[in-house]
């Protein structure tokens, strides 16, 4: 039988886009803290996932620092299980949690891996959410042209997946 304390983390890290998208950032990260804290033996894989949804949040709520170590860790995790999906999707979350943090050129070296492995492995939707994050960086830097290339590939990429989400932003 599996221990309470372990259905709590598989639940918890199943509710981490119900948290994100409902904005109930603060319940989530004490809800997956907590249960992370209660359980002795985790599997690297549902560690990585747990992790993985602890950075959201706190990019959600400005802490990227903390958004930064929690991405870290659920990638080292992931790797050891090589979850090459689990991995880009940390990657992208990372680069984002490194540009808050001011370090544009290393968002931009895990974002273009990120890009790259979704092309070989035929991830579309990965491909237009690494695409919308480097459109993003180029604009930070007032490239307004690859900008928009960017944006224009995403949104191609998004609409022959029926992303209605990543169309709309």
């Known amino acids: ?36 804290r209660n359980c002795d033996a985790v599997s690297p894989s549902l560690h990585g996932e747990v992790l993985y949804w602890l950075g959201v949040l706190a990019l959600h709520q400005g802490s990227f620092h903390w958004a930064r170590a929690f991405f870290r860790a659920a990638l080292e995790l992931l790797r050891e299980v090589r979850d090459e999906a689990g991995q880009s999707r940390v990657l992208r979350q990372l680069a984002r949690a490194m540009r808050y943090l001011g370090d544009s ?21 990965g491909a237009a959410q690494s695409l919308l994050s480097l459109a993003m960086l180029a604009s930070d830097r007032s490239d307004t ?14 609409r022959s997946i029926g992303d209605q989400v990543t169309v709309g932003m």
Do not use: S
Not at 106 to 125: F, I
């Open 1 to 36: 039988a599996e221990c309470q304390p372990m259905l709590g983390l598989r639940l918890a890290a199943a509710l981490g886009r119900f948290w994100e998208v409902r904005g109930h950032w603060i319940e989530g990260r004490k809800w997956l803290e907590g249960v992370l």
């Open 105 to 125: 050129a290393r968002a931009e070296v895990h974002l273009g891996d990120t890009l790259a492995a979704a092309r070989v492995a035929g991830d579309r939707y």
């Open 145 to 158: 042209r690859l900008a928009v290339e960017r944006l224009e590939e995403a949104l191609e990429i998004a």
